[in-house]
């Protein structure tokens, strides 16, 4: 059979199940029946703009685990049945990006260009060239494929946390309660930080981001969130502070919110060409540092794995929802309205 199912983007908000090519498999690589993939927040605001300018169909998902169902003739490394997670980062590890550790910068077009995508359908094609590269892992029989799809947007919480180095006795901000904002609290709780003040506009969204290690939310459309983070610090701001939203206007207030000497990080992509204002004296005077955060190295992303499939990390608390493909655009209001975390789309499963 030559056909699969696939969620098909024809235009921001038009998406449309169904039927499509199977892609085939590549000589030098293979075929893998998708058995779930997360909906992430990228996702979403591709899904729902005009992402590709008008260039259309295509179809998203990156957060891709499922089994081998065909190989190349030339390709030796994976065999039919193999259950694999496909990490959408590649890295030449070649260029200087990739040699000074910070492979997340690879400045190889051609291997950038093998950015994993094509997950909400039911097969994906993988090419020879991702596969002698890397950043695909064996998942243990033990472990769903549910839990390993949350490998993919570990993997940049991971980093960040890893970067700045939250731990032990630190005090931090997370402004923004949506999946990627559970993430970071659960995995700060478990690095050590004492303090985690959550942020965001939807009570919704922050009840549910108690379960995650937070001990103290603000909903910052009640009060002002900048003095609320004040009051639970005694005056001083916080360690540190995460923008994890995509509105410069957090970022702007994420400054009034650390302590001197403290740091902030700008995490959420925001509007491309938008500005955003900042007390610069404030950044000046207080010796505030502020960084900015994208992506994962390659072994950062695969501690990430290794953590998504541990007993440690409770990977059934962050899944609210489990929906056949069909019900994508369902799941798309899940997570917009905040009443899923993370939602999981299995492509075989009947509606």
Known sequence: MNKMKAAVMYGP?????????????????????????????????????????????????????????????????????????????????????????????????????????????????????????????????????????LGEPLTSVFACLDNVNIGYPDSLVIIGAGPIGCFMAQLAKIRGAQKIIMIDLNDTRLNMAKEFGVDITINSSKEDPIEAVRRFTDGKGADKVISATPANSTQTQSIHMVKKGGLVVFFGGVPKGSLTELDCNLIHYNNIWIKGHFGASYIQSKRAFELAISKEFPTQKFITHILPLDKINEGIELTRTGEAIKVVLHPWDEA
């Open 13 to 149: 908000g038009d998406i449309r199940v169904e039927m499509t090519k199977k892609p085939e498999c590549p000589k030098d690589g293979l075929i893998l029946k998708i058995m779930a993939v997360g909906l992430c927040g990228s996702d979403i605001r591709n899904l729902t703009s005009d992402s590709r300018k008008g260039d259309y169909p295509f179809i998203y998902g990156h957060e891709i685990v499922g089994i081998v169902d065909e190989t190349g003739t030339e390709q030796t490394r994976y065999q039919v049945g193999q259950r694999l997670f496909l990490f959408p980062g590649t890295y030449c590890m070649k260029c200087d990006n990739c040699i000074s550790g910070h492979s997340e910068n690879c400045s190889d077009k051609e291997v950038t260009a093998l950015s994993g995508t094509g997950g909400f359908a039911q097969y994906v094609a993988v090419k020879g060239k991702k596969i002698e590269l890397g950043g695909i892992y064996e998942i243990p029989e033990d472990v769903s494929f549910d839990a390993a799809s």
